[in-house]
């Protein structure tokens, strides 16, 4: 369902971002990303969902083109994947399932985020979402009064409440103690076993790459440099 073929990334002043990268990733995979900082983690999972754009070869996400996607039909084509940032991206002094929210409706302004006008449908919808990442119980509470893990959730529910296929998260846990950090991992994985979402999730902690996913890609330099089932990596990489 993600498919890239010999592709490359070369930023506007010149930088590499990707060289030459072939990848096919199946619906229900969970990814890890690893790779030290500058490796082009965040380039790679930024292309699939076309906020990078590439600049050799194709990328085909769900038989769509990626490149040639503009306007409207990006923002269509966005709603299938979902994005989950280290820093959450939340909005601060709105309520939980505000944040949450507002994923149902795609580039929704900030008076909307506060003061707009939800379906019960939806609400159902962002209260499962809050459900399934534990925090229900927040679901009424200020964004910024959560503990980073809780806001980190929140984070995951938005993208789950958007009914992405596809859930892409560019290191959800590096900000995180080391007990919360697995605590999101567990949401992750459980999600991807309930839900059959494909995971991709940058992280260079790499121990914690090999516990919880299932396939590991490693990226140095732009290229991959590994990629195989989790179970098979040994100390070299
Ligand atoms: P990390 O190591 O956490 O992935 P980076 O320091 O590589 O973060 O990048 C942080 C942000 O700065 C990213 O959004 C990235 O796109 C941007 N960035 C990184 N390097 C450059 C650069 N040489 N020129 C412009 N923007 C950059
Ligand atoms: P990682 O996520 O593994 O830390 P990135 O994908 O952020 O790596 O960066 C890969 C390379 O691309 C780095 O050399 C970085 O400086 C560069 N880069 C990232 N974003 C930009 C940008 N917006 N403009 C120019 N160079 C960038």
Known sequence: MIKFENVSKVYPNGTRGLEDVNLEIQQGEFIGIIGTSGAGKSTLIRTINGLNNVTEGT????ETNVAQLRGKALREFRKNVGMIFQSYNLVPRVSVIR????????????????????SKADK????????RVGILDKAYIRADQLSGGQQQRVSLARALAQDADILLADEPVAALDPVTAREVMDDFKRINKELNKTVLINIHHVELALEYTDRIIAVKKGRIVFDGPSSSVTQQV
């Open 59 to 62: 990328l085909m996400v769900n």
């Open 99 to 118: 944040n949450v929210l507002s994923s149902r409706v795609p580039n929704m302004s900030f008076l909307s985020v506060c003061f707009g006008l939800f």
């Open 124 to 131: 159902l919808k962002a209260l499962d979402a809050l459900n």
